[in-house]
Structure formats: structure tokens, C-alpha cells
């Protein structure tokens, strides 16, 4: 139907319309009632097609309440729990004794082929799962010499070889850990994506000076919290579509190194897994502001401006505090070397020291070695020398 106005048709209320009678266009009055009818009922066909159209908000987040790992609902804590926390990933440096300890929890399966540095390499069996046995260095290690081998196992299992060496004491002279992932894993609903988490903790990352990285497909690929080069850095990513036959997963795994992970291994050596899982859930805390760890407190937290300095001295102290110690007392001009260092450091590195500067002076001394003290006395500190 067209309408077409004519002469005077607020007086006389009525509009020329044109209808189809018999196959032919036929114009007649209408009423400015009739026009206003039909409007209405245009008017109600256009409300309805809007109420059927998704809101903005209901195209981010279709279902009433979003996981807490993205925002959600307070009362929804319960369910957005991480299902799972473990180690995922374990290497570690041995000397002899730490091998034999090795051994014992594994056995032989087959040789395999010369690996990073090594000569010979080993497949061995574990309740569970399989890691590898790397022997005959090609390298010494300044701890162990030529007396050292690299034992490497991935997945879960991983979880459980931890728990078995920690059964008795782990000793100094029984090596130290190189690599250590922790993973929390949350069901989600099928919608929610690493870049959605992601951009929930945007502020925080932001505020406290990390970068993200993204790996694979723009919608589905995985993110990363930190340099994938770097020795402490958080993944992102679906598990279910890596694996069949999984729901919908969200892992945080957080990837610790040299000296991460092996500061890491000490917590979990003198506390036992759940303990250092627990613990090292304050890492990913102060990275995202989202705490991870079961039981825990969900929310993000405000950034501390000196949380940076505090734990990078926290984690100095508890590697190298003995040999430190060790070096000033037989008279070693340990801060002359430092300074020589720190002269041929990478521009990277003198940006970060610049940044961590600016974070002592906003904090008092005394609060500082407060703080370091406080974080040193969470974990028996063992360090080999």
C-alpha cells in the first residue's frame, strides 16, 4: 500500500491511498484514523522483531549468569571454581642421588634419541604416564659438573611424580627444577574464549606493565600473559579443543624457569604439591588479578604499585640469598660486579630495573624489607650452591 498526502488532508483528516482491486491499482480516501491504525499495527510487527533481536549485552554473554572468570555473578562462585589444579610440566637438574630417586618411581622403556645437550636419552615408564631420562651431558653444570643428568615429564602424571618425590625430603644435593607449569582448569559454557578472560583483567595487566600475545585463530587461539621468551609467563587457552571428548574448558597455566622454577620447586619441596600450588596461585594473583586457586577469592584485587620490586627481590633472595651471603663475607666485591652488569644488560633489562626503581622510591625501606621478609617466610627457603 502507498500513501501519497493530498491538499489540506489535516482538515479534512483524510489520505489518498492506493489498494489493488482485481488485479489493478485503485486510489481512494483514507482516514487519517485508518492511517493511524495502520501504523500502529506496523509499530507492534517492528516492536516484536526488535524483542527478538539480542541485545548487546545478550549477544556477549547469553546466558543470564556469566562465568566469575569473566565477571560474573558473586553467587555464581561455586560453580566457576577451578574443577582442576596440579603441575602440568616438570624438568629438572639431578646429581646421581636425585637420578636413583628418579628411578625408583619409573622404569625402562625404550632409548631414544640424543636430546638438548645430552648423549643418550631414555623413555621411562611412570604410574600414569611416560617422561624422559636425558644422561651424559655434553656440557658441565656449575653445580654438578659432568655429574648431572635432566629428567622431563609433561601432563598430568607430572603431578604425581612431584608428590612422590616429595615424600621424603628433597635435598639440595638432589637437584633443582629448570621448568614447572601449574594449570587450574574451569568448565565454562562454549561461548566464553581466552580473549574474553583476557579482556577482563585488561586494567590489571595494563596497570602493572605486562603485554599480552596471542597464538592461533583470532577467536579460539591461545593468550599469553608476558613474552612467550619469558622465565615466568601465563597461557590461555581451551583445553577441549586440543583434546576430544572434553567440555568446554578454560586452562590457566602458568609456565615457571630458571630461577622461577626453581623457587617454585623449593616451596613445593618443603611444603608439599597442594601447598605449593596454593602458594604459587599468588603469582598468577598479582599477574591477572584473578586468584585461581580453588577456595579462593575470585574477585580481582587492587594492584600494589611495588608488588613488581618486592617479589623480584623475594625471588633473588630465596635462589642466591646463601651464596650471596657466602661471596660478602670471604670479601668478594659483589656489589662492583653488579655494577658491571648491570652496565651490559639488554635495553629490555634496563627498562624493567628503570621500573622497579621507580617503584622503591614510592616505598619506604622499612616496608620493603617488611614485605620481602613476609614473602621469604612463606617457604623454607633450600637453595644448592
Known sequence: MRVHPGDGCLADRSRTVEVTQEGKPVKREQTIDE?????????????????????????????????????GSKHDQARNRAKHAGLDWLTMTVSEHGSR???????????????????????????????????????????????????????????????????????????????????WDFDVPEWVMPHAVIERWGKHITETGRSVHAAGEIQ?????????????????????????????????????KAEWAESAWTCIASQGVAAGVRDLANTVLEMTGFNPQPGGNLTPRPVRPAQGVINSTVAMLRSYGPLLMMLIEEGVDVIGLAQERSERTSPASKSKMRTLREQLRKLDVSALEAAVRAGLGRCKTKIAM
Do not use: M, N
Not at 517492528?46 to 524483542?51: K, P
Not at 554473554?61 to 566469575?68: E, F, G, K
Not at 608476558?226 to 578454560?250: C, F
Open 35 to 71: 492511517h493511524r491504525g495502520d501504523l500502529e499495527a506496523v509499530r507492534q510487527e517492528e516492536g516484536q522483531a526488535s524483542r527478538c533481536k539480542p541485545q548487546a549485552s545478550e549477544r556477549r554473554y547469553p546466558q543470564p549468569d556469566p562465568p566469575l572468570l569473566i565477571g
Open 101 to 183: 630417586r628418579w628411578r625408583a618411581i619409573s622404569e625402562g622403556r625404550e632409548p631414544g634419541r640424543p636430546q638438548d645437550g645430552f648423549k643418550r636419552s631414555e623413555q621411562r615408564a611412570f604410574e600414569g604416564g611416560t617422561g624422559w631420562r636425558k644422561s651424559e651431558p655434553i656440557g658441565e653444570s656449575s653445580r654438578f659438573g659432568t655429574q648431572y643428568e635432566s629428567w622431563e615429564i609433561a601432563g598430568p602424571t607430572a603431578d604425581e611424580v612431584a608428590r612422590s618425590l616429595v615424600t621424603r625430603p628433597w635435598e639440595e644435593a638432589d637437584g633443582y627444577a629448570t621448568r614447572i607449569d601449574v594449570c
Open 220 to 256: 579460539t587461539g591461545t593468550r599469553y600473559i608476558g613474552s612467550p621468551k619469558s622465565t615466568r609467563l601465563i597461557r590461555v587457552y581451551r583445553t577441549d579443543l586440543k583434546r576430544a571428548g572434553e567440555g568446554p574448558t578454560i586452562r590457566l597455566e602458568l609456565v615457571l
